[in-house]
């Protein structure tokens, strides 16, 4: 019987907000999410600490039997991706697979903008790695891209202070900051998984000129052509639509929050990572 799952990983709250859309393109699969808050954020941590994490959480999302784990993580993307793709998976013998968000949004955020100057919002770890302006540059050379790192905003998700004065002048201050690089900016990237968290207030702060590109529906629609064009996957994988929640830290607060951000009532269980 085919019972491969597909997990979907994030330092905490925000890869919700990818499994939101992947569940609603490919609701017929397998799901287990793993949020890592007991060591939340990862947006400051060094590359070798967030490669560690991360390669520990996909090896326990491997060992739950997901066959292929989406790191719904910019941070984790930029930081441990590459790693874990060209040095640990072919160690295995088993063909499991690790993908990313950021090669799906490189992909599509050209097609978003008339001026052709794009903003890219995400933690300190991923701007610094020049991973989004190098990647851009492959698939929309002409493209102009402005980066511009956003330390507090995961704070306000993960410690629920989304909207109000405080999250406003965080959120105000870092979209004045990029906007005041280069007014020609017409469309933003929320290079966080955390960020669609903060739509309400962003919505508030962001001029009406400006677009706001999320990555859950992007990612989505491109593991779906992923798995079309890989059917030795896609024929491994389970259709019991069923979706298993687990986080390392608190399981009160993430069924609380998770509920809201998934949009369904949500069962979590503790896990002991690392
Ligand atoms: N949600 C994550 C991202 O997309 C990381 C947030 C963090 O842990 O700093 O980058």
């Not at 799952?5 to 799901?31: A, E, H, N």
């Not at 060992?63 to 784990?69: A, F, P, R």
């Not at 001026?115 to 770890?125: E, L, R, S």
């Not at 491994?236 to 979706?243: H, P, V, Y």
Request: include cysteine.
């Amino acid at each position: 019987m085919k019972k491969g799952k597909i997990g979907i990983f994030d330092s905490g709250y925000g890869g919700l907000t990818v499994m939101r859309s992947i569940v609603d393109v490919l609701p017929g699969f397998d799901f287990v999410y793993l949020g890592d808050n007991a060591r939340a954020p990862y947006g400051n941590r060094s590359f070798e600490t967030v490669y560690q994490y991360t390669l520990e959480s996909v090896n326990w999302l491997f060992d739950q039997g997901c066959e292929l784990v989406v790191l719904a993580c910019n941070t984790a993307s930029a930081k441990a991706l590459r790693q874990i793709q060209q040095i640990d998976l072919p160690k295995r013998s088993d063909n499991k697979r690790v993908l990313g968000v950021i090669r799906p949004s490189t992909e599509s955020i050209g097609r978003y903008t008339k001026t052709g100057v794009v903003g890219i919002m995400g933690t300190v770890g991923t701007v610094k790695s020049e991973t989004y302006p190098t990647e851009i540059a492959r698939f929309f050379p002409s493209l102009r891209v402005e980066q511009e790192a956003c330390p507090m905003w995961v704070y306000l998700v993960e410690h629920n202070q989304r909207e109000g004065v405080g999250a406003e002048y965080f959120v105000k201050l870092h979209l004045d900051r990029i906007l005041s690089r280069n007014p020609q900016i017409d469309t933003i990237l929320l290079a966080c998984t955390h960020y669609p968290l903060l739509e309400k207030t962003l919505n508030k702060c962001i001029p009406s000129n400006v677009r706001l590109v999320s990555q859950g529906r992007i990612v989505a629609e491109s593991l779906n052509a992923y798995l079309n064009r890989h059917p030795e996957i896609r024929n491994i994988l389970g259709s019991g639509a069923s979706r298993s929640f687990f986080t390392t830290d608190d399981t009160l607060t993430f069924e609380a929050q998770a509920s809201i951000f998934f949009g369904d009532s949500v069962r979590v269980k503790h896990v002991q990572i690392g």
